[in-house]
C-alpha cells in the first residue's frame, strides 16, 4: 500500500546476491561486505555489479536509514567448528555471523547514518 500523502519516503536499493563461503572465488556475504566497505566495484554471482556499503552511503547518500541483509548463507551448525569459527562445510557459527552484521551497522554508524 502506499505511504500517506505527508509521509514521503524513496527507497534506494544495492541488492547483491551473495554465495555460500564454500565458493569464494566471488561474493560471499556478510564476511565479504565487511571486507569490501569502501570498494568501488563489486560483482556478485550473477554477474550484476554494486558497491562497497560505505562507498554506496558516500557517494549515493544522503541516507537517513540503512537496512541490511546479509548472513544467511553464512550460516552453519553451532557445533563441529575448527579454530577459525567454520564448520567443514565453511560455514560460520551464528555469534560470528551476528559479530560481522554488528561490523555492518558499525561501519554505517561510522557515517552518520543509523
Known amino acids: 500500500e502506499a505511504l500517506a500523502a505527508e509521509l514521503a519516503a524513496e527507497v534506494w536499493v544495492c541488492g547483491l546476491s551473495g554465495l555460500t563461503p564454500r565458493q569464494r572465488d566471488k561474493f560471499e556475504s556478510v564476511s565479504q561486505m565487511l571486507k569490501m566497505l569502501t570498494t568501488r566495484r563489486v560483482r556478485d554471482n550473477l554477474n550484476r555489479v554494486g ?4 562507498r554506496i552511503l558516500l ?3 544522503p541516507f537517513d536509514l540503512v537496512l541490511i541483509m546479509a548472513g544467511s548463507t553464512d ?3 553451532a557445533d563441529d567448528l575448527d579454530v577459525t569459527g ?3 562445510a565453511g560455514l560460520l557459527k551464528p555469534p560470528l555471523v551476528a559479530t560481522m552484521l554488528q561490523g555492518l551497522h558499525s561501519a554505517c554508524h561510522e557515517l552518520g547514518v543509523p
Do not use: S, V
Not at 558497491?51 to 560505505?54: C, D, N, P, R
Open 51 to 54: 558497491k562497497g556499503l560505505q
Open 59 to 61: 557517494e549515493d547518500g
Open 75 to 77: 550460516l552453519g551448525a
Open 86 to 88: 567454520r564448520d567443514r
